[in-house]
């Protein structure tokens, strides 16, 4: 039996879908420039590609964050029946 910490399993794949979806809807929604743009349409395109790459690195943070819950999950529960030892140390 394999000892897992539901919640923390199902909020990390959770994030992990989510950041997967952000992800993937971010990178539809590249900004594409065109010949002949003025400098202020160069720098919007600069400004939004800016953005874009942005969002892209959060949502990579979040899925980097739900797969160190998910693994996390595992082994986060204490064992059932085990009682455990304290161990007391005499000051001298």
């Not at 394999?2 to 952000?22: S, T």
């Not at 539809?28 to 800016?50: H, N, Y």
């Amino acid at each position: 039996m394999v000892l897992v910490n539901k919640k923390m399993l199902v909020g990390g794949m959770l994030m992990i879908i989510v950041g997967l979806v952000l992800t993937i809807s971010i990178n539809d929604a590249v900004p594409v420039g065109q010949a002949g743009m003025t400098e202020e349409e160069v720098i919007d395109l600069l400004i939004a590609e800016q953005e874009n790459e942005d969002y892209n690195t959060l949502a990579g943070i979040l899925f980097g964050l739900g797969f160190l819950l998910v693994l996390i999950s595992f082994g986060a529960r204490k064992k059932k029946g085990k009682p455990t030892k304290q161990v007391e140390k005499k000051v001298e």
